[in-house]
């Protein structure tokens, strides 16, 4: 019997699916149909949008126009992908003619947008590229900060994570040099989306709980950019469905519904349609996840729809084997093949990784209970595979190693700039004592010119007074350039572990040994910590009247050294060797810090 179901599904597989995206498109045909007059309408009952089309009637061939042509692409790009390609087109059309730098970039990245949300990422990633080098060249650090991020997010759709982390990390440090919040969020929010990607779901949180802060933080009445609000709403709307998907996927369905809730909400208001389906899809995720199949599916064909209208097939191939997934788990599994096996074939073409996992799983399930237990071993071992592929922990680690060169990077940035500040209140206060001497000279002056003089008397103590005032100043100043200064040498007592992110006291050392390409720190508090790093290396790190090395594979901090012979030495409750060739220089070491 499971074989002929087998066979019959092969026989018929082709003509089913022909069917039903004969009835997608019939969907999609009659649905234009209706749109084509509300669009009509909709443009005339847009003032945005008429102001746009008017004022391109009568504009001349100018970078105004290139301008107007890259506004009414945004306009489009959600709602008629078609029409928005159409004026992304003219505008670098226009801007090579008129060779307007500006407005290329800025046509280029509408053309990569565009390609984007049609599930097409090496011509879009071509086109971010293109944007990348020409906005290194003509100076745009916002657009170069802007092309970073667009190139992030195609490697992280296509599944390499650590090539998006670090487009992401050279955005985010332009961004906060720039001072653009709006920028600074929206990287925030892509990093996020990494982690995510990677299972670290805390961190996740952390990154798209501070982007959607900084959103709503720039929606207020007094902060708003009338201009902006539109794009910071789609912001919060694809963030809340960000956050909604780290709680689906622990498990916390209420949280995740609520956050779903939210961007749909504010994606109807906007009428984003891109957004709208998004949504929709993940309200019918929870669905799912609560056994209530007809609204899940009455969900998924509604973002089916959507996505078909759109023209998107990242979309249209996540909901596909969505709807497979739901007539699996009803027991309608031949059916469900259809499905997943389209979503597939879409997924394959467009080259979007962490999908294809996602739909190996479901194959493999789907065959399983169809009993064909050959291609759903194949299936699952496909999905192991790609699985591995996204997920390790040597890039975890990566990720980690990024993360903190980026923070290391923006510290000493930052103490240089507090060393900048330093110098130049040690040359203010340089001038003050000067000033202060010569005050103090021409009081003596007057001190003894007019000493006989009761008039005299009264201004050397008028003067006197303001010097007792200046000084308290002064003592202040020196106070708290003392406690700079000590909060600075307080590096010089620990060390920063780039590895775990650590920041250890020397004190706190016992002894250092060498683990191959690591070093293992053993603390007085009987903890290990394993830093990335060769033992010579590590050691430069050290402060040499501290620590010595006593064998080629040990370091040790003298203060904790117990008791010592020629052969061994002890630390706490560990025998360390100590080699001849080290011994007479820990002898004079040793020797002097008794």
């Not at 991020?149 to 961004?175: C, M, P, T």
């Not at 007019?450 to 003592?475: H, P």
């Not at 050294?561 to 060739?581: A, D, H, R, Y």
Request: glycine share 4%; no cysteine; hydrophobic share 35%.
């Amino acid at each position: 019997m499971n074989s002929i179901i087998y066979l019959q599904h092969f026989k018929w597989k082709y003509l089913l699916i022909a069917l039903l995206f004969l009835g997608i498109t019939y969907s999609h045909a009659h649905s234009q149909r209706k749109d084509i007059a509300s669009k009509q309408n909709g443009e005339e009952a847009n003032p945005q949008i008429n102001s746009l089309l008017k004022n391109l009637k009568t504009a001349n061939e100018d970078t105004n126009k290139v301008n107007g042509l890259n506004r009414l692409f945004r306009e489009h790009q959600n709602t008629d992908p078609v029409k928005a390609l159409d004026y992304a087109e003219k505008a670098v059309l226009l801007s090579e003619k008129l060779s307007f730098n500006k407005g290329l970039v800025e046509g280029w990245t509408n053309m990569g947008i565009y390609h984007y949300n049609q599930g097409d990422y090496p011509k879009a990633l071509n086109y971010f590229k293109k944007t990348l080098e020409l906005s290194k060249n003509s100076g745009f650090k916002l657009k170069t900060a802007e092309s970073f991020n667009n190139i992030g997010v195609i490697y992280r759709k296509q599944g390499a994570y650590d090539k998006a982390l670090d487009y992401f990390l050279k955005s985010l440090a332009i961004k906060e040099e720039e001072g653009n919040k709006l920028g600074v969020a929206a990287t925030l929010t892509n990093i996020g989306t990494i982690h995510y990607n990677q299972t670290n779901y805390k961190p996740a949180l952390n990154y798209l709980s501070k982007g959607l802060n900084i959103y709503e933080e720039l929606l207020m009445p007094e902060k708003s950019d009338k201009g902006k609000i539109r794009l910071i709403k789609k912001r919060i709307a694809k963030t809340n469905n960000n956050i909604g998907n780290v709680h689906k996927d622990q498990h916390n369905n209420k949280k995740a519904f609520q956050h779903y809730s939210r961007a749909l909400k504010i994606n109807e208001e906007l009428n984003d349609l891109f957004g709208i389906a998004k949504s929709v899809n993940n309200i019918g995720i929870i669905y799912e996840r609560q056994e209530k199949y007809a609204e899940a599916l009455k969900y998924y064909f509604k973002a089916l729809k959507l996505n078909k209208e759109l023209n998107r097939d990242f979309g249209i191939a996540l909901t596909l084997s969505n709807i497979g997934n739901i007539y699996n788990k009803q027991g309608n599994s031949s059916q469900a093949i259809l499905y997943v096996d389209t979503a597939l074939v879409i997924v394959n073409r467009i080259g979007a990784k962490g999908l294809i996992k996602d739909i190996y799983l479901k194959m493999a399930e789907t065959w399983a209970a169809l009993d064909n237990y050959e291609k759903a071993y194949q299936f699952q071992e496909l999905y192991a595979t790609v699985k591995d592929s996204l997920l390790n922990e040597d890039f975890n680690r990566q990720i980690a190693e990024m993360e903190t060169k980026y923070e290391v990077t923006k510290k000493e940035q930052d103490i240089v700039l507090l060393k900048k500040e330093k110098d130049w209140q040690i040359k203010l206060r340089n001038v003050f004592i000067g000033s202060f001497s010569l005050l103090l000279v021409f009081a003596f002056v007057i001190f003894r010119g007019y000493r006989q003089k009761r008039r005299a008397n009264k201004l050397l103590a008028t003067q006197n007074e303001t010097i007792e005032k200046q000084k308290e100043v002064l003592q202040s100043s020196l106070h708290e350039t003392n406690e700079e200064l000590q909060q600075l040498t307080y590096q010089k007592k620990a060390i920063s572990l780039k590895y775990s992110g650590l920041v250890i006291n020397f004190k706190d050392i016992l002894f250092v040994k060498a683990e191959g390409n690591y070093v293992k720190l053993h603390l007085a508090d009987e903890k290990d910590i394993l830093e990335r790093a060769k033992l010579k290396d590590f050691a430069k790190h050290l402060p040499k009247d501290k620590f010595i090395q006593v064998h080629r594979s040990y370091i040790v901090n003298l203060a904790h050294i117990v008791s010592l012979n020629k052969e061994n030495l002890k630390i706490g409750n560990t025998f360390i060797n100590i080699s001849k060739n080290f011994y007479p220089n820990l002898m004079r070491h040793y020797g002097v810090r008794k």
